[in-house]
């Protein structure tokens, strides 16, 4: 994509909301030009702005240099050792706050019409993590073994990481909505000997079967020498003899001292997978030192967070199965004193309000969640949240693919009562932590934009040569220096790391997501640059097309990919959620509904970005993540044969449906 023939967006968005005043006042950085005056010394001296955020963690031994780069490698805190786990507990021990609590647990089922919720503190915590961490020791895990984790959100999937990082295991956590052939394809890549899971987890009041289908993985792998197997459903489990191991009987009795292992900073201490664009999942690996900074500041300053405040209670409804849950419940909210809370089940479990039931009984501050689920509560009626005082919440975020403005007004009007900051953050599994965000006490934000690169990031908006490309010109985001949490590698695949990442634009980290930069200084994801589009000559971005749709009164969701056109080279096919009952195909009521979407995003965005075709449906195909499939959306736009794998859909009849709408 050329800076010259890239799109210039039509999307009109003027409003701007500027952090309150009584917020700002209070805020770690309150104004924007105090966070100016921050950013441009971070990128000017990087390495002694990035050492001062270190300090304020604990490290056996400290660096001898902070950064030594040789593009793709970076090595952070050279010469350190530190321990994560030591610093998100033990640290707080130590310092007489282990009474405090740091994680609160709340299941999805009730018990005699009651929430049941767990506190943990850090001195359970402590207790409860050396006695897994040893274990794992027991079991035969040593300092660098790769640990696979598949278990739903109970609190022993966070004490099982803990306990990982505790002893230098490197763990591998499988998102508990996989199936058994992502399980064995990543047992394999790690080659991992140990896992653990449970017997199953609740999911909308159902139990989902995790025990058997790690049983069904381990038939195509044996790789796995011992299982871990935590009770929480009670279903029915088959247990292999000698391989298999309950969780209680295992940790009773055994040793809750377990000393923090010292780390090298560059030890690794996690990989974590995440689909490319194409062929097999991306094993990111992710190392200690540089890690644990990077999510600790950016927790701090993209939250305002406040250790000493004694109301202060953060959730984030992501998955730990993601790196959003890695970063952003676990392990850059701990070394912050703060406590997180976790949910194990479905936002609509028993009704479409358990999260502001949720919001209202834990008196939460700060709520992190993604775009779709708003976009989903907007669909469910707004009559859900309006029956909950939501006043306790003072920060709202949102991650993992942009927001469409129509969802981020209705997040600020109806969650965050018009008070509270929202900071949409781009980032990525191989980013390890936010990277572009507004920070709640200083930026001005405008609907639909991530705002300005965080501390110590030097992103821009490049053309393929690595030239930046004028304001509001479409073109290629880049990193142009490196961050500590910078993935370190794909394990594995030395080439296809450096393919990946580093040969779009020579010398510079390439996310694959198109951005262009407005006047203020804003930044505007397009859409990942492999979704661009080139119609009759001119670059679209999907993800604008999406949201023009979205901003039509009967669209929930829309989907927008390409498909081979005879005249414009590639045309535009869209799909689009309705709001209400889908009409029937083919019926005068959906060609008018049709015609009054194309017409409305020809208003939005000119007549070029006007869809070729929509198709009117119920639902899109998901992967169990949440990612819409747009590979398997443009197969059926082209009206192609299916013919890739669809196991990992939320609901494979969804395929044909579409293919019948068309
Ligand atoms: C997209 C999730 C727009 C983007 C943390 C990125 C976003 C990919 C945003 C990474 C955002 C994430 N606005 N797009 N605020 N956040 N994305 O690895 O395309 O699951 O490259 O990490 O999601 O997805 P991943």
Redesign the pocket.
Known sequence: MSGAESTESNLQENRRFAPPAEFAAQAHIGSIEEYEKLHSRSIAEPEAFWAEVAEQLHWFKPWDKVLEWEAPDAKWFVGATTNLCYNCIDRQVEAGLGDQVAIVWEAEPYADGQPQVVNLTYNDLLREVSKFANVLKSKGVQKGDVVTIYMGMVPELAIAMLACARIGAVHSIIFGGFSASAIRDRVEDGKSKLLITCDGSWRRAKNVPLKANVDEALEMTDLIENVIVYQRTECEVHMTVGRDHWWHDLMDGISDDCPAEEMDAEDLLFILY?SGSTGKPKGIMHTTGGYMVHTYMTSKLTFDLKPDDPDELYWCTADIG???GHSYIIYGLLPNRVRTLMYEGAPNEPGPDRFWDMVERHKVTKFYTAPTAIRAFMKWGDEHVEKHDLSSLKVLG??????NPEAWVWYHEKIGGERCPIV???????TGGHMLTPLPGATTTTPGS?CRPMLGIDAAVVNSDGEEVPNNSGGILVIRKPWPSMLRGIYGDRQRFVQTYWEKVPGMYC???GARVDPDGNFW?TG?IDDVIVVAGHNLGTMEIESALVSHPDVAEAAVVGFPHDVKGTGISAFVITKGAVPAPGSDAAEAMKKSMSAHVAKELGPISKPDQIRLTEALPKTR?G?IMRRLLRDIAAGNEIKQDTTTLEDRGIVEKLQASG
């Open positions: 995440t993601w790196i959003t949102t991650v993992g693919e942009p927001i949409d953050t781009w980032w990525q599994t191989e991530c996310p694959a997501d994801i990942r993540s990612k």
